[in-house]
T-cell receptor, first 114, second 110 residues
Framework: SAVISQKPSRDICQRGTSLTIQCQVD?????MFWYRQQPGQSLTLIAT?????????ESGFVIDKFPISRPNLTFSTLTVSNMSPEDSSIYLC???????????FGSGTRLTVV | KQEVTQIPAALSVPEGENLVLNCSFT??????LQWFRQDPGKGLTSLLL?????REQTSGRLNASLDKSSGRSTLYIAASQPGDSATYLC?????????FGKGNQVVVIP
């Protein structure tokens, strides 16, 4: 299965700033996704990153706050914009080669906003 | 919307004991179910993938069963070790997405 490199692994940011998280997959994958895991909670899907077109966002998430790029089949970025302490979470990218083949996850980015 | 419940939420066991982690989900129209392991502050590591047509899947000391019609899956870990300490997440796949519960937080005491 695919291997995902995600960076940074953690960061502490000032409120009002933005952070871009990168995910690199070691093979071409059909689907890439971004999740958020707030403290003590389960994973919530933010959006599906679509290659060459705008991402598909879940209810409650908007492009202005979480812009996503996916320029090719192996790479995607998520930006957390105009951060507030409520954005402190673990952010994870995920990839799947096929819908039924199972998902692989990156190592996560632990974000703290102060 | 798929709801996933994992019981027990947390457990501590002495090393060597067998672990039984339970997962239930409300929508049985799933294609497969994955079990993941998550260490504190880290990403998810896939442990087992069970297709909807399968009843169980095994890898080493791990065995996962799936009863799709009743919306249940169980992860068995034999002869637990301190390195098994982590949170275990089950994730049924259906309606074009994975659904997650809050996990079973496991501590194995040496």
């Amino acid at each position: 299965s695919a291997v995902i490199s995600q960076k940074p692994s953690r960061d502490i940011c000032q409120r009002g700033t933005s952070l871009t998280i990168q995910c690199q997959v070691d093979s071409q994958v059909t689907m890439m996704f971004w999740y958020r895991q707030q403290p003590g909670q389960s994973l919530t899907l933010i959006a599906t990153a679509n290659q060459g077109s705008e991402a598909t966002y879940e209810s409650g998430f908007v492009i202005d706050k979480f812009p996503i790029s996916r320029p090719n089949l192996t790479f995607s970025t998520l930006t957390v914009s105009n951060m507030s302490p409520e954005d402190s979470s673990i952010y994870l990218c995920s990839a799947a080669e096929t819908r039924l083949g199972g998902y692989t996850f990156g190592s996560g980015t632990r974000l703290t906003v102060v | 919307k798929q709801e996933v419940t994992q019981i027990p939420a947390a457990l501590s066991v002495p090393e060597g004991e067998n672990l039984v982690l339970n997962c239930s989900f409300t929508d049985s129209a799933i294609y497969n179910l994955q079990w993941f392991r998550q260490d504190p502050g880290k990403g998810l590591t896939s442990l087992l993938l069970i297709q909807s047509s399968q009843r169980e899947q095994t890898s080493g000391r791990l065995n996962a069963s799936l009863d799709k019609s009743s919306g249940r899956s169980t992860l068995y870990i034999a002869a637990s070790q301190p390195g098994d300490s982590a949170t275990y997440l089950c994730a049924p796949y259906g309606n074009n997405r994975l659904a997650f519960g809050k996990g079973n937080q496991v501590v194995v005491i040496p």
